[in-house]
C-alpha cells in the first residue's frame, strides 16, 4: 500500500493536479469568503469564518472528482492496472494507497486556510473572539466529508475508463449524498421516516460535527460511508479480473 501511495503522490506533484485544485480551492474559498459573497466576513463584521465551511462543501464536490477521476480510469484505459495487479499487493491495498493519497491532497488544500483563522482571530473584538471548538470541529467535519468524497470518487473512476465520464458520475453522486437525502425527507412523502432519510445525507452529519461537538454517531456515519464505496471499488475491481 505504501509504494501506491508515493506511486500517486509522485504522480500528483509531477503533474499540474495538484497545484491547480489547491490553488482554485483557495482562490474560490478566499475570494468568496473576503470579497465576494454578501455575507463574508468583512461585511458581516462578526468574527466567524461561517461561509467558509459553507462554501467548502460545495467546491469539493467538483475538486475532489476531479482529483479521483483519473485514479482508475486512466490505468484501466491504458492497461497499466493490468500490470499492476500482477505485482505482489492486493486489490484493497492498491484501492487504499490511492485512497490515502488523495486524501492527503485535501490535507494539502486545507492547510492554508488557516491562515483565514488567523486573520479573523486577529480581528476579533476583542482580539480572539472566536469559536475555536465550532472551527475545530467544522475541520473535523470537512476532512470527513473530504475522506467520504474521495471514496464515492474512487468508485466512479473504477467503473468506466472514460475520465470525463468518471468525473460526471462522481460530481452526481457527490452532490446527491451532499443535499439528496436532505431533499428528498423535505419532500413530506416518507411520513415518520423521513428523519432517518434525511440522517442518510452527508450535509446532516457535516453539519452535526461543525457545531463543534463530536458525535460517535457522525464519525460512525462518515467511517460507514467510505467502507461502502471502498468495498464497492474492490467489488469491481475483482469482477473486471
Same mark, same amino acid.
Given at each position: 500500500m505504501l509504494s501506491i501511495y508515493k506511486k500517486e503522490i509522485r504522480s500528483f506533484l509531477s503533474s499540474l493536479i495538484a497545484y491547480v485544485v489547491i490553488i482554485v480551492f483557495l482562490l *474560490? %474559498?478566499?475570494?468568496?469568503?473576503? *470579497?465576494?459573497?454578501?455575507?463574508? *466576513?468583512?461585511a458581516q463584521g462578526r468574527a466567524n469564518l461561517d461561509i467558509l465551511f459553507f462554501l467548502a462543501p460545495w467546491v469539493f464536490t467538483f475538486l475532489i472528482s476531479a482529483i479521483t477521476m483519473r485514479s482508475f480510469a486512466e490505468e484501466l484505459k491504458q492497461g497499466t492496472y493490468e500490470i499492476l495487479s500482477t505485482k505482489p499487493i492486493t486489490d484493497?491495498?492498491? *484501492?487504499?494507497?490511492?485512497?490515502?493519497a488523495s486524501v492527503t491532497l485535501v490535507i494539502f488544500a486545507l492547510l492554508p486556510t488557516f491562515i483565514y483563522v488567523y486573520s479573523v482571530y486577529q480581528l476579533g473584538s476583542p482580539q480572539g473572539n472566536l469559536d475555536?471548538?465550532? %472551527?475545530?470541529?467544522?475541520?473535523?467535519?470537512?476532512l470527513c466529508l473530504g475522506m467520504s468524497y474521495v471514496s464515492i470518487g474512487l468508485f466512479a473512476s473504477v467503473i468506466t475508463p472514460n475520465q470525463i465520464v468518471a468525473f460526471i458520475l462522481g460530481l452526481f453522486l457527490c452532490f446527491f449524498f451532499y443535499v439528496g437525502f436532505d431533499q428528498m425527507s423535505n419532500l413530506g412523502v416518507f411520513g415518520g421516516l423521513d428523519s432517518f432519510v434525511q440522517s442518510l445525507g452527508i450535509q446532516y452529519h457535516y453539519d452535526s460535527i461543525s457545531r463543534g461537538v463530536v458525535d460517535?454517531?457522525?464519525l460512525i456515519y462518515f467511517l460507514s460511508v467510505v467502507s461502502v464505496f471502498?468495498?464497492?471499488?474492490s467489488l469491481i475491481l475483482t469482477s473486471k479480473k
Open positions: *474560490i %474559498i478566499g475570494l468568496f469568503a473576503w *470579497i465576494f459573497a454578501d455575507g463574508n *466576513i468583512l484493497l491495498q492498491i *484501492i487504499l494507497g490511492k485512497f490515502f475555536m471548538g465550532a %472551527i475545530m470541529g467544522s475541520y473535523l467535519g470537512l460517535t454517531r457522525d471502498l468495498g464497492l471499488t
